[in-house]
């Protein structure tokens, strides 16, 4: 009976949670809908007829809900690693170069290990082991600017956009390289297919979405967990809020930024590792070009919040998924889905007009996005 109630309590605490960081962004996407559809009946279009075909190139068969969740994927996981730094008052922009890192170390130890080793490995041993040494690339590019930032004062939006660069050269310098798949036939830059060993099974025969999907959903409830039912997600929080009253309190600012980045990285490596083992099966050379640019408008759509951060990447991801659909039904250009979303972030960006239009009362943390240079 106890356990029955705490099991309620936490889903009311979860849903409670949830809704309360959801609307604002809900009316965001309402506005950007009613706006881009003006917009597309000014240019001749009927947005009707389009949203229809977003919705049904999204969301209406078997499939399209497939490659919706596939798109998802790396989304949740980039996201959360941008809201996990928010939370903690970083602004990582680097998701983009920890992603990358993620995939070609993952990417490495699937094609590369067995070899090494002069013997294949059990699935239960290689997968775990390629996904691991992903999120620790990633964990450990974003670390460095952790340390620069907690030890130096070094501004982490500077550090992470210049770490972007050096992570994306040598991941082209290697698939370029030495990483690059040696076969005949093979004129781009990419390594070559991991070990089915490495591989993330898919869900249902016959169509892509595999089970990193229902990865990236745990991930998403277990840093929700953390932030708010841990000590260290609670130092996290305050150190975002306040880093002052925090280091007044005894929590050690320091190591707490750095972990923060650490583990934001780890996020976004993960998501490149999921990419290769559960997707491609290898990584190629721009396959994630603007997943860690995406991610920072998905945290900022989803307030931060980890269950916030699910439904913006499922939106984004069904956006993307649907737009090839959407233009083939109304001849009209894919870009007015970037200009959808750039509403939507508009919006939930200036969130004071939406809560002037709709009467809503501003309450609830905010999240401090960064807090000056060298502060």
Same mark, same amino acid.
């Given at each position: 009976?106890?356990?029955?109630?705490?099991?309620?309590?936490?889903?009311?605490?979860?849903?409670?949670?949830?809704?309360?960081?959801?609307?604002?962004?809900? &009316? @965001? +996407?309402?506005?950007?809908? =009613?706006? %881009? !559809? *003006?917009?597309?009946?000014? #240019? $001749?279009?009927?947005?009707?007829?389009?949203?229809?075909?977003?919705?049904?190139?999204?969301?209406?068969?078997?499939?399209?809900?497939?490659?919706?969740?596939?798109?998802?994927?790396?989304?949740?996981?980039?996201?959360?690693?941008?809201?996990?730094?928010?939370?903690?008052?970083?602004?990582?922009?680097?998701?983009?170069?920890?992603?990358?890192?993620?995939?070609?170390?993952?990417?490495?130890?699937?094609?590369?290990?067995?070899?090494?080793?002069?013997?294949?490995?059990?699935?239960?041993?290689?997968?775990? &082991? @390629? +996904?691991?040494?992903?999120? =620790?690339? %990633? !964990? *450990?590019?974003?670390?460095? #600017? $952790?340390?620069?930032?907690?030890?130096?004062?070094?501004?982490?939006?500077?550090?992470?956009?210049?770490?972007?660069?050096?992570?994306?050269?040598?991941?082209?310098?290697?698939?370029?390289?030495?990483?690059?798949?040696?076969?005949?036939?093979?004129?781009?830059?990419?390594?070559?297919?991991?070990?089915?060993?490495?591989?993330?099974?898919?869900?249902?025969?016959?169509?892509?979405?595999?089970?990193?999907?229902?990865?990236?959903?745990?991930?998403?409830?277990?840093?929700?967990?953390?932030?708010?039912?841990?000590?260290?997600?609670?130092?996290?929080?305050?150190? %975002?809020?306040?880093?002052?009253?925090?280091?007044?309190?005894?929590?050690?600012?320091?190591?707490?930024?750095?972990?923060?980045?650490?583990?934001?990285?780890?996020?976004?490596?993960?998501?490149?590792?999921?990419?290769?083992?559960?997707?491609?099966?290898?990584?190629?050379?721009?396959?994630?070009?603007?997943?860690?640019?995406?991610?920072?408008?998905?945290?900022?759509?989803?307030?931060?919040?980890?269950?916030?951060?699910?439904?913006?990447?499922?939106?984004?991801?069904?956006?993307?998924?649907?737009?090839?659909?959407?233009?083939?039904?109304?001849?009209?250009?894919?870009?007015?889905?970037?200009?959808?979303?750039?509403?939507?972030?508009?919006?939930?960006?200036?969130?004071?007009?939406?809560?002037?239009?709709?009467?809503?009362?501003?309450?609830?943390?905010?999240?401090?996005?960064?807090?000056?240079?060298?502060?």
């Amino acid at each position: 009976m106890q356990a029955e109630k705490q099991s309620s309590s936490l889903a009311r605490q979860i849903l409670k949670s949830a809704t309360e960081s959801s609307l604002i962004p809900f &009316l @965001a +996407i309402l506005t950007a809908v =009613i706006v %881009g !559809g *003006i917009i597309i009946s000014i #240019v $001749g279009g009927n947005p009707f007829q389009a949203y229809r075909g977003l919705i049904e190139g999204s969301l209406g068969s078997q499939k399209a809900l497939s490659e919706t969740a596939v798109w998802a994927t790396p989304y949740i996981f980039a996201g959360l690693a941008v809201a996990l730094a928010f939370k903690g008052g970083l602004f990582n922009i680097g998701a983009e170069g920890q992603l990358a890192l993620g995939a070609v170390f993952s990417s490495l130890i699937g094609y590369a290990l067995p070899g090494w080793l002069g013997f294949d490995l059990p699935t239960i041993i290689h997968l775990p &082991l @390629a +996904i691991i040494v992903g999120m =620790i690339a %990633g !964990g *450990i590019w974003a670390g460095v #600017v $952790g340390a620069l930032k907690a030890y130096t004062g070094g501004h982490e939006v500077i550090n992470t956009i210049m770490m972007n660069y050096i992570a994306l050269n040598t991941t082209s310098f290697l698939l370029n390289g030495i990483m690059k798949d040696k076969s005949p036939t093979n004129v781009i830059a990419r390594t070559p297919m991991i070990a089915d060993s490495a591989r993330i099974p898919t869900i249902f025969e016959g169509l892509r979405v595999h089970w990193g999907f229902l990865l990236a959903l745990l991930v998403a409830f277990f840093i929700w967990w953390l932030l708010t039912k841990t000590t260290l997600g609670f130092e996290i929080r305050t150190v %975002g809020l306040n880093p002052d009253a925090a280091k007044y309190a005894g929590i050690n600012v320091k190591r707490t930024i750095t972990l923060t980045m650490v583990f934001s990285g780890m996020l976004a490596g993960l998501a490149g590792a999921i990419e290769v083992t559960g997707l491609n099966f290898r990584h190629e050379l721009g396959f994630s070009i603007g997943y860690g640019f995406d991610a920072i408008a998905i945290a900022l759509l989803g307030k931060s919040h980890p269950l916030g951060v699910v439904l913006a990447a499922i939106l984004f991801a069904a956006m993307r998924n649907g737009a090839t659909r959407m233009q083939f039904i109304t001849q009209l250009p894919v870009d007015l889905i970037s200009m959808l979303q750039a509403f939507i972030l508009l919006f939930v960006a200036a969130d004071a007009i939406v809560r002037y239009i709709y009467r809503v009362k501003s309450k609830g943390e905010r999240v401090v996005l960064t807090r000056g240079w060298g502060g």
